[in-house]
């Protein structure tokens, strides 16, 4: 049987298998699934005719159930029109039973079209696995480390990994890592001079499989107590936070082979530079001859950048910029330094989602690079930042912004996995109205806007009366003060407003604190 | 939370400016710059957004140069240097660097918008650390485009003092060929207004720092060995066959210049009709000599609040039919008695007060 034949039968057997109860139900074809590979790479694109057919044949399966459910499903990419699988299931297409949804929040079906950003939110959040909620929680500083090296040269490198607030998912991971482990280990040995966030994680896994663990300058000592216990050669597990050249890691595996009681090591990287696969992977070891002398299993790969002393754009040397110090955070704010430096990364755009009444900003930073590639940390500082007015635990705010703009909803998504934070989105029509308004009217709005809608239900039903009011910039100020008359007419107390940039320093001020990550003074933009 | 930004900031961005070709991207720079300096000292701000200002120029283009070929300003923080020297014409440069040790076929230490410097450390006797001298040319004359020479340079250098060593009229009878004056005062004869009777003098005058001045008052070269040392330094060129900028007075020259204090008249005209006794008539008894640039250099550095002192020797009285073979043997004169006071003065004991 073919790898599409097999994956005609397993949507069809995965489908039909789900509760009768029921209502929708969710189909996940955008990433690969290691029991039909290779050929579901094939499917990447278009939909195959497989596919197509198979989902028709589920909706057959279903009507003839008595069953009048919803299906979406997810896609790398939407089909375009006229693909076979709109075709053959126009039918539900057109009566909303089907929805086609990729990961940017872009959809085919009745409700087709633009990208919409809250979609690409909620997408993630339903494909959010073990792995992506690591990657997303993965704090990524951007700065200057100092790198140790051979010589009495500098080199520095520029990203410093610290996966503190995802200490569940690596544990989760380590756990499965040894779950599957052809051989079971004996004892976990690891070794992490600069990332204490790993010690955590492996601590619990260890105990939880009940395996023996140690530091590399104890292994000996543990590794013979176990071996004489149990009467014959150790199984290791060697877990390091980060994998780069694998010098390091190769000389620590030659120094535990050359012990007499280890008849095994299996070498395990939190993180990798290096490999053919972004996560889950294995990736050589290769000596100074150019030899392989091993693997390497890792969780994720990352990419590093090093940069010598006499690098034109090495800042510490040719600017005197201190070099950061990855045990410490530079405080609350970007300096300048670490803002042009992620400005330079990111790049510009033309600004989009610009409200009506307003002209556009020109380029600014691209806010949308910035948070895929630095996200986690840059919400970590936000959170810092209103630390000193929000009262409450962060799961006891409600944090509030602008629907529709892709920063804001990706913040808001951060802000509900790093802090665990409660997000609302105001419509932009909502916002529109209110702008122009000198009064908020909540029977007006409930009336205008559709009752019951979610941001009104989600507002309307929460515990807290303290708010925090976020966006990605602020220009002319107009979206965050009708946001918070909105906010204070539903009787909720704004305590602070949260940026990335603030634009207006010098002419927009706020009744309550607006921290921002960064600001300047822009030319004011004249309203339309 | 306030960004509160600091001159540091404004030099982060400057960096980030010299390194990108994103017009984007330096337009919000340059924004972010003019806010950021915004609450520094006036002088300070006015370097800052003028080297801003330098690298947008489209200065690559229009001279037709081949970038990769010039050295990069990228990353370049303004060096830090305790003085510097500057001349205007070859004869002068070549004089300053003959006094300094500095070989004429040297490559720069340094080229910055095709200016070149060269550094040298001199040993100074009331200081631990060496002085850090750097010298350059401004190639041209003319007190307005010595201004903007200085204005220019600030942005590469940061020096504690500056000096403009060369040439100049002497007034005939107050001073001889080969003599060396250093201003107490420079004048600007050539400002004022043209009245239906005839042009109406409204001079200005720059003077010295008071604590140059005083410092300079106890500064007497001739106790530390000067005129020995401009003879030793000229004696070479006296044996060799010598043209063009480095040429010597002909005849038996008997070199046993004085060192004077008095006042420089600068103006943007080369005087050659032996007016210079008249014009001291006018301006003063102190009026020794009479040159082209001093005046927009002090105007720029008392600007910048960095002290400067002018030293110049005498080559020749302003007359009709002057000749050019005076020229390198005043300025070696000059730049002999600047080392001396390098070398030997106090001027250098009290760092942040001058002398």
């Given at each position: 049987?073919?790898?599409?034949?097999?994956?005609?039968d397993?949507?069809?057997?995965?489908?039909?298998?789900?509760?009768?109860?029921?209502?929708v139900?969710?189909?996940?074809?955008?990433?690969p699934?290691?029991?039909?590979?290779?050929?579901?790479?094939?499917?990447?694109g278009?939909?195959?005719?497989?596919?197509?057919?198979?989902?028709?044949?589920?909706?057959?399966?279903?009507?003839?159930?008595?069953?009048?459910r919803?299906?979406?499903?997810?896609?790398?990419?939407?089909?375009?029109?006229g693909?076979?699988?709109?075709?053959?299931?126009?039918?539900?297409?057109a009566?909303g039973?089907?929805?086609?949804v990729?990961?940017?929040?872009?959809?085919a079906?009745?409700?087709?079209?633009?990208?919409?950003?809250?979609?690409?939110v909620?997408?993630r959040?339903?494909?959010?696995?073990?792995?992506?909620?690591?990657r997303?929680?993965?704090?990524?500083?951007?700065?200057?480390?100092?790198?140790?090296?051979?010589?009495?040269?500098?080199?520095?490198?520029?990203?410093?990994?610290?996966?503190?607030?995802?200490?569940v998912?690596?544990?989760?991971l380590?756990?499965?890592?040894?779950?599957?482990?052809?051989?079971?280990?004996?004892?976990?040995?690891?070794?992490?001079?600069?990332?204490?966030?790993?010690?955590g994680?492996i601590?619990?896994?260890?105990?939880?499989?009940?395996?023996?663990?140690a530091?590399?300058?104890?292994?000996?000592?543990?590794?013979?107590?176990?071996?004489g216990?149990?009467?014959?050669?150790?199984?290791?597990?060697?877990?390091?936070?980060?994998?780069?050249?694998?010098?390091t890691?190769?000389?620590?595996?030659?120094?535990?082979?050359?012990?007499?009681?280890?008849?095994?090591?299996?070498?395990?990287?939190?993180?990798?530079?290096?490999?053919?696969?972004?996560?889950?992977?294995?990736?050589?070891l290769?000596?100074?001859?150019?030899?392989?002398?091993?693997?390497?299993?890792?969780?994720?790969?990352?990419e590093?950048?090093?940069?010598?002393?006499?690098?034109?754009?090495?800042?510490?040397?040719?600017?005197?910029?201190?070099?950061?110090?990855?045990?410490?955070?530079?405080?609350?704010?970007?300096?300048?330094?670490?803002?042009w430096?992620?400005?330079?990364?990111?790049?510009?755009?033309?600004?989009?989602?610009?409200?009506?009444?307003?002209?556009?900003?020109?380029?600014?930073?691209?806010?949308?690079?910035?948070?895929?590639q630095?996200?986690?940390?840059?919400?970590?500082?936000?959170?810092?930042a209103?630390?000193?007015?929000?009262?409450?635990l962060?799961?006891?705010?409600?944090?509030?912004?602008?629907?529709?703009?892709?920063?804001?909803?990706e913040?808001?998504?951060?802000?509900?996995l790093?802090?665990?934070?409660?997000?609302v989105?105001?419509?932009?029509?909502?916002?529109?109205?209110?702008?122009?308004?000198?009064?908020?009217?909540?029977?007006?709005?409930r009336?205008?806007?559709?009752?019951?809608?979610?941001?009104?239900l989600?507002?309307?039903?929460?515990?807290?009366?303290?708010?925090?009011?976020?966006?990605?910039?602020?220009?002319?100020?107009?979206?965050?003060?009708?946001?918070?008359r909105?906010?204070?007419?539903?009787g909720?107390?704004?305590?602070?407003?949260?940026?990335?940039?603030d634009?207006?320093?010098?002419?927009v001020?706020?009744?309550?604190?607006?921290?921002?990550?960064?600001?300047?003074?822009?030319?004011?933009?004249?309203?339309? | 939370?306030?960004?509160?930004?600091s001159e540091?900031?404004a030099?982060?961005?400057?960096a980030?400016?010299?390194?990108?070709?994103?017009?984007?991207?330096?337009?919000?720079?340059?924004e972010?710059?003019?806010?950021?300096?915004r609450?520094?000292?006036?002088?300070?701000?006015?370097q800052?957004?003028?080297?801003?200002?330098?690298?947008?120029?489209?200065?690559f283009?229009?001279?037709?140069?081949?970038?990769?070929?010039?050295?990069?300003?990228?990353?370049?923080?303004?060096?830090?240097?305790?003085?510097?020297?500057?001349?205007?014409?070859?004869?002068?440069?070549?004089?300053?660097?003959?006094?300094?040790?500095?070989?004429?076929?040297e490559?720069?230490?340094?080229?910055?918008?095709?200016?070149?410097?060269?550094?040298?450390?001199?040993?100074?006797?009331?200081?631990?650390?060496?002085?850090?001298?750097?010298?350059?040319?401004?190639?041209?004359?003319?007190?307005?485009?010595?201004?903007?020479?200085?204005?220019?340079?600030?942005?590469?250098?940061?020096?504690?003092?500056?000096?403009?060593?060369?040439?100049?009229?002497?007034?005939?009878?107050?001073?001889?060929?080969?003599d060396?004056?250093?201003?107490?005062s420079?004048?600007d004869?050539?400002?004022?207004?043209?009245?239906?009777?005839?042009?109406?003098s409204?001079?200005?005058?720059?003077?010295?720092?008071?604590?140059?001045?005083?410092?300079?008052?106890?500064?007497?070269?001739?106790?530390?060995?000067?005129?020995g040392?401009v003879?030793?330094?000229?004696?070479?060129?006296?044996?060799?066959?010598?043209?063009?900028?480095?040429?010597?007075?002909?005849?038996?020259?008997?070199?046993?210049?004085?060192?004077?204090?008095?006042?420089?008249?600068?103006?943007?005209?080369?005087?050659?009709?032996?007016?210079?006794?008249?014009?001291?008539?006018?301006?003063?008894?102190?009026?020794?000599?009479?040159?082209?640039?001093?005046?927009?250099?002090?105007y720029t550095?008392?600007?910048?609040?960095?002290?400067?002192?002018?030293?110049?020797?005498?080559?020749?009285?302003?007359?009709?039919?002057?000749?050019?073979?005076?020229?390198f043997v005043?300025?070696?004169?000059?730049?002999?008695?600047?080392?001396?006071?390098?070398?030997?003065?106090?001027?250098?004991?009290?760092?942040?007060?001058?002398f």
């Amino acid at each position: 049987m073919t790898s599409l034949r097999r994956l005609h039968d397993y949507v069809i057997t995965g489908l039909n298998a789900i509760d009768q109860k029921a209502e929708v139900c969710l189909l996940d074809l955008s990433g690969p699934d290691p029991r039909l590979e290779p050929s579901f790479d094939q499917i990447r694109g278009a939909t195959e005719p497989f596919v197509a057919d198979a989902i028709a044949e589920v909706f057959d399966n279903w009507a003839g159930m008595g069953l009048a459910r919803r299906l979406i499903v997810i896609v790398r990419n939407t089909p375009p029109p006229g693909d076979y699988v709109l075709i053959r299931n126009s039918a539900m297409l057109a009566d909303g039973r089907l929805v086609f949804v990729d990961g940017d929040g872009r959809s085919a079906g009745q409700v087709s079209g633009g990208r919409r950003p809250e979609m690409a939110v909620a997408v993630r959040a339903v494909r959010e696995d073990r792995v992506e909620r690591f990657r997303s929680k993965l704090v990524v500083r951007r700065g200057w480390f100092e790198h140790e090296t051979d010589d009495d040269t500098r080199e520095f490198v520029r990203k410093h990994f610290d996966g503190s607030l995802c200490s569940v998912e690596i544990q989760q991971l380590l756990e499965e890592f040894i779950d599957q482990a052809e051989n079971p280990f004996d004892v976990v040995v690891y070794d992490s001079p600069l990332s204490e966030w790993v010690v955590g994680p492996i601590e619990g896994a260890a105990t939880s499989r009940r395996l023996a663990i140690a530091r590399p300058e104890d292994a000996a000592l543990v590794s013979r107590e176990i071996a004489g216990a149990k009467g014959s050669g150790l199984a290791v597990l060697l877990v390091v936070p980060m994998v780069d050249s694998g010098t390091t890691l190769q000389g620590l595996m030659s120094a535990m082979e050359s012990e007499p009681d280890v008849t095994s090591i299996r070498a395990l990287a939190i993180l990798s530079t290096r490999g053919t696969r972004e996560e889950l992977g294995e990736r050589a070891l290769v000596d100074a001859a150019g030899d392989c002398a091993g693997t390497v299993a890792y969780m994720l790969r990352v990419e590093q950048q090093r940069v010598c002393e006499t690098d034109p754009d090495c800042d510490p040397v040719q600017l005197g910029v201190n070099p950061d110090d990855r045990r410490r955070e530079n405080g609350a704010g970007l300096t300048t330094c670490e803002f042009w430096d992620l400005v330079s990364c990111a790049g510009l755009k033309p600004e989009d989602d610009v409200p009506r009444w307003r002209e556009p900003s020109g380029y600014v930073p691209d806010f949308d690079r910035m948070l895929e590639q630095y996200g986690s940390w840059l919400v970590m500082k936000l959170a810092i930042a209103v630390r000193a007015d929000v009262r409450l635990l962060s799961q006891d705010t409600l944090y509030v912004a602008p629907a529709g703009e892709s920063a804001s909803t990706e913040l808001g998504r951060l802000l509900r996995l790093v802090a665990g934070a409660q997000v609302v989105y105001i419509p932009r029509p909502v916002i529109d109205f209110l702008v122009g308004q000198p009064d908020v009217r909540l029977d007006e709005i409930r009336e205008r806007f559709g009752n019951p809608s979610p941001w009104l239900l989600h507002l309307q039903s929460s515990l807290t009366d303290q708010v925090v009011v976020f966006d990605e910039f602020v220009a002319t100020g107009s979206t965050i003060r009708a946001l918070m008359r909105l906010l204070t007419a539903f009787g909720f107390t704004v305590v602070c407003i949260a940026t990335l940039t603030d634009f207006a320093p010098d002419v927009v001020r706020f009744a309550v604190p607006l921290r921002s990550l960064y600001s300047w003074q822009r030319p004011p933009k004249e309203p339309k | 939370m306030r960004r509160e930004p600091s001159e540091d900031d404004a030099e982060v961005l400057l960096a980030m400016l010299s390194r990108t070709d994103d017009e984007a991207l330096k337009s919000l720079l340059l924004e972010d710059l003019h806010w950021t300096t915004r609450n520094l000292e006036d002088d300070l701000r006015g370097q800052l957004l003028t080297r801003a200002a330098v690298l947008n120029l489209p200065l690559f283009a229009r001279e037709g140069l081949d970038p990769s070929k010039l050295p990069s300003r990228a990353g370049i923080k303004r060096r830090p240097v305790d003085m510097l020297l500057i001349t205007v014409k070859l004869p002068e440069l070549r004089a300053v660097q003959l006094a300094f040790g500095i070989d004429f076929g040297e490559d720069p230490t340094l080229v910055d918008r095709q200016i070149r410097f060269w550094e040298r450390d001199v040993e100074a006797r009331y200081k631990a650390e060496p002085v850090r001298v750097a010298i350059t040319m401004a190639s041209f004359d003319a007190n307005y485009r010595m201004a903007a020479f200085c204005a220019s340079i600030l942005t590469t250098y940061s020096p504690r003092y500056v000096v403009l060593v060369g040439m100049a009229a002497g007034v005939e009878g107050r001073v001889r060929l080969g003599d060396v004056v250093v201003a107490d005062s420079v004048i600007d004869f050539g400002h004022g207004v043209l009245t239906p009777t005839g042009f109406m003098s409204r001079a200005l005058s720059y003077s010295l720092d008071p604590n140059v001045a005083r410092g300079l008052s106890f500064f007497d070269p001739h106790e530390h060995g000067w005129i020995g040392v401009v003879r030793e330094l000229l004696a070479p060129f006296a044996e060799m066959e010598v043209v063009g900028s480095m040429s010597l007075p002909s005849g038996r020259v008997d070199l046993n210049p004085s060192f004077v204090r008095g006042t420089i008249l600068s103006g943007d005209v080369l005087v050659e009709d032996g007016s210079l006794p008249a014009m001291r008539e006018k301006y003063g008894d102190r009026v020794t000599a009479l040159e082209m640039e001093g005046a927009g250099f002090a105007y720029t550095f008392d600007s910048n609040a960095i002290p400067w002192m002018v030293f110049r020797g005498i080559a020749d009285f302003g007359g009709e039919g002057r000749t050019k073979e005076w020229q390198f043997v005043s300025a070696v004169a000059a730049a002999a008695a600047l080392r001396v006071l390098v070398e030997k003065s106090f001027i250098f004991e009290y760092p942040e007060s001058g002398f």
